[in-house]
């Protein structure tokens, strides 16, 4: 009797050493290669991309020059609904466009313009990646999220097209881009680019859209150096339905928005609190 005991023991035993070996080996298998965390990643920002196009939203550009001590010396501040008409027809409509005060700086150039649209809000969708060295980094616990971090740069420039060079983060469940930190390249002409940080937020329970780009950054000129502060907000996404869609974000207005805008003009705008890169983090559902 004692030896059946003894037996039945070590097979109990060896029955949950094998179900916790092959939970771990089934735990193992889960887990995605890297190139397959690339092509998968990849994929979700090409159909966030396309995605974002079916949804209007509240686009708020904000830079400032930043003089000695911190104070602020200038000042761009554009504010638009960013929709299509039932044509297809990209119209930007300027809710509020002060005169711009920026103290060194023009109004953004068409590079500025591509990267608010490109570079920052989806860099490395599928058709992108092979412009691209990206390299596996490590992981990293970023507020509730599990991510992956990969270095990525541009393999060759290509004249006229707009690439980033930085770091992003990816989460391990969904394989989503849910942060991205770096610099849209190259520079052109006398043109300089800020160091960004962008974050995504979850919408509607499927997508990661861009909801906070934040910059602090000297940009070193051949005549001086100058400090500016540009934070961009989406807000206010709204599923479009019918043949209304929204537009690629940065479109130029049309010169009857720009007319309606100039009401707004007169009125003096105080700069507002800056928020933190990490005061904005992605939130899943």
Same mark, same amino acid.
């Given at each position: 009797?004692?030896?059946?005991?003894?037996?039945?023991?070590?097979?109990?035993?060896?029955?949950?050493?094998?179900?916790?070996?092959?939970?771990?080996?089934?735990?193992?298998?889960?887990?995605?290669?890297?190139?397959?965390?690339?092509?998968?990643?990849?994929?979700?920002?090409?159909?966030?991309?396309?995605?974002?196009?079916?949804?209007?939203?509240?686009?708020?550009?904000?830079?400032?020059?930043?003089?000695?001590?911190?104070?602020?010396?200038?000042?761009?501040?554009?504010?638009?609904?960013?929709?299509?008409?039932?044509?297809?027809?990209?119209?930007?409509?300027?809710?509020?466009?002060?005169?711009?005060?920026?103290?060194?700086?023009?109004?953004?150039?068409?590079?500025?313009?591509?990267?608010?649209?490109?570079?920052?809000?989806?860099?490395?969708?599928?058709?992108?990646?092979?412009?691209?060295?990206?390299?596996?980094?490590?992981?990293?616990?970023?507020?509730?999220?599990?991510?992956?971090?990969?270095?990525?740069?541009?393999?060759?420039?290509?004249?006229?097209?707009?690439?980033?060079?930085?770091?992003?983060?990816? $989460?391990?469940?969904?394989?989503?881009? /849910? @942060?991205?930190?770096?610099?849209?390249? =190259?520079?052109?002409? !006398?043109? +300089?680019? %800020?160091?960004?940080?962008?974050?995504?937020?979850?919408?509607?329970?499927?997508?990661?859209?861009?909801?906070?780009?934040?910059?602090?950054?000297?940009?070193?000129?051949?005549?001086?150096?100058?400090?500016?502060?540009?934070?961009?907000?989406?807000?206010?996404?709204?599923?479009?339905?019918?043949?209304?869609?929204?537009?690629?974000?940065?479109?130029?207005?049309?010169?009857?928005?720009?007319?309606?805008? $100039?009401?707004?003009?007169?009125?003096? /705008? @105080?700069?507002?609190?800056?928020?933190? =890169?990490?005061?904005? !983090?992605? +939130?899943? %559902?």
């Amino acid at each position: 009797m004692r030896s059946r005991i003894l037996y039945l023991s070590l097979a109990a035993i060896v029955a949950c050493s094998s179900v916790t070996a092959h939970q771990t080996s089934s735990s193992q298998k889960a887990l995605p290669s890297i190139p397959e965390v690339i092509r998968r990643f990849a994929d979700a920002e090409t159909q966030n991309r396309i995605a974002r196009r079916n949804y209007a939203f509240t686009q708020d550009y904000d830079m400032l020059t930043i003089g000695e001590a911190g104070s602020v010396t200038g000042r761009y501040h554009r504010v638009s609904d960013i929709v299509l008409d039932d044509l297809g027809n990209r119209i930007e409509k300027i809710t509020f466009f002060p005169p711009s005060t920026l103290v060194g700086l023009n109004a953004p150039t068409q590079e500025d313009i591509q990267d608010l649209s490109g570079v920052q809000p989806f860099a490395l969708a599928s058709e992108d990646l092979p412009k691209y060295q990206i390299d596996y980094v490590g992981k990293e616990k970023i507020d509730e999220l599990n991510t992956y971090i990969f270095d990525v740069k541009p393999k060759t420039i290509v004249k006229g097209e707009r690439y980033l060079e930085g770091r992003i983060w990816v $989460d391990d469940q969904d394989l989503q881009v /849910v @942060k991205v930190k770096g610099q849209a390249v =190259p520079e052109v002409a !006398k043109q +300089k680019f %800020p160091h960004f940080e962008s974050y995504r937020e979850n919408i509607d329970g499927r997508y990661w859209f861009p909801t906070y780009i934040y910059a602090d950054d000297v940009l070193a000129f051949k005549n001086a150096d100058i400090h500016i502060r540009m934070t961009v907000r989406f807000t206010n996404y709204k599923k479009f339905s019918g043949r209304i869609r929204v537009a690629d974000e940065g479109e130029a207005a049309s010169e009857d928005d720009v007319k309606a805008a $100039d009401k707004n003009k007169a009125k003096p /705008v @105080k700069p507002p609190e800056e928020t933190k =890169p990490d005061q904005k !983090k992605p +939130k899943k %559902p």
